[in-house]
């Protein structure tokens, strides 16, 4: 893959699921484990309305998600720092996995099955553990498209940050060999593959 990719790509399809024809609107957030900023999830959701709701370090209260309304389908990591959730009664997923730093589901559109996953890993351990989880999902869905929202924390300048670090490195390294692209440009690791 041609490294200027990574700097201008833009989304490679549209998500459309069986039965409805506009395609799918997916918010991305980073809650930074803060009550107040998972406690406004909902009022943005009501401005935005997002299909699907991907986030990382979301917080948490006696096993509870505050500012997730009970109607809203919730699917999380084992280390609850990762999730996936979905606001509609219409858009019927099925979990595909669920490790330890991440949760991916399938959605069937009117065309392709699609793979989703939410992935997080914090600073404090080996990046290479969650890109080892994701690998494992992509692998065992060579034929298929999917959506990978990571946040790796890694730095590297091809997407923002002033220097690059190892985790950043081996975050890049990954993009690469597996022919991925990624939509943010500012300090994104968030990145389809295919």
């Given amino acids: 893959m041609d490294r200027n990719n990574l700097e201008n790509s833009s989304f490679p399809f549209n998500i459309t699921t069986a039965g409805i ?3 799918l609107k997916i918010l991305q957030i980073n809650l930074a484990r803060a009550k107040a900023s998972t406690n406004q999830l ?3 959701t ?3 309305k997002p299909d699907i709701i991907l986030v990382q370090e979301q917080y948490h209260y006696n096993n509870e998600i505050p500012g ?4 809203w389908k919730t699917f999380s990591s084992t280390n609850q720092k990762a999730a996936i959730l979905i606001p509609s009664a219409q858009i019927k997923p099925a979990l595909l996995a669920t490790k330890v730093n991440l949760i991916a589901l399938k959605f069937q559109t009117s065309s392709n099955p699609i793979t989703i996953i939410s992935a997080y890993s914090s600073p404090a351990q080996y990046v290479s553990t969650t890109l080892q989880e994701i690998q494992q999902i992509i692998t065992s869905l060579p034929e298929e498209k999917s959506i990978i929202d990571a946040d790796l924390n890694g730095h590297n300048t091809l997407w923002g940050h002033m220097t690059n670090d190892s985790r950043g490195n081996e975050v890049l390294d990954f993009i690469l060999a597996d022919n991925s692209y990624t939509l943010n440009k500012l300090d994104p690791t968030n990145f389809p593959n295919k």
């Avoid at 997730?68 to 109607?71: A, F, T």
């Fill in 46 to 48: 009501i401005t935005i």
């Fill in 42 to 44: 909902h009022l943005t």
């Fill in 21 to 23: 024809q506009d395609p």
């Fill in 68 to 71: 997730i309304l009970k109607s």
